[in-house]
């Protein structure tokens, strides 16, 4: 599986911006996919992730409500919708997936096997 991201730039507070996720491969690897982000000196961190079979989504608490996650299967890609934007969603963000992921477990970076390249969203 390949994960391919984009979508990133630069937006200022309270603005929006859209990464894209593109997959290749055989689908059974990301029935599972997820965003995850990095600031320097931190921890990879959770964002949101979904279920390519039956759609179930999970947010951190740190963006339920502001962030979406979708999936559009028919072109493989994967998007996180980020609206409300706020200086400390600065970070890389990651895309990854799995063909398993422990079920409560679906926002720790430890269970995903592939990843993407990351793409850099900067918000002042």
């Known amino acids: 599986v390949q994960l391919v991201e984009s979508g990133g730039g630069s937006a200022q507070t309270g603005g929006s911006l859209r990464l894209s996720c593109a997959a290749s491969?055989?689908?059974?690897?990301?029935?599972?996919m997820g965003w995850f982000r990095q600031a320097p000196g931190k921890e990879r961190q959770g964002v949101a992730s979904?279920?390519?079979?039956?759609?179930?989504?999970y947010y951190s608490d740190s963006v339920r409500g502001r962030f979406a996650i979708s999936l559009d299967s028919a072109k493989n890609t994967m998007y996180l919708q980020m609206n409300s934007l706020k200086p400390e969603d600065t970070a890389m963000y990651y895309c990854a997936s799995d063909s398993v992921i422990l079920p409560g477990r679906e926002l720790e970076a430890s269970q995903y096997t592939y990843w993407g390249q990351g793409t850099q969203v900067t918000v002042s």
């Open positions: 979904i279920y390519r079979g039956g759609g179930s989504t």
């Open positions: 491969g055989d689908g059974y690897s990301s029935a599972v």
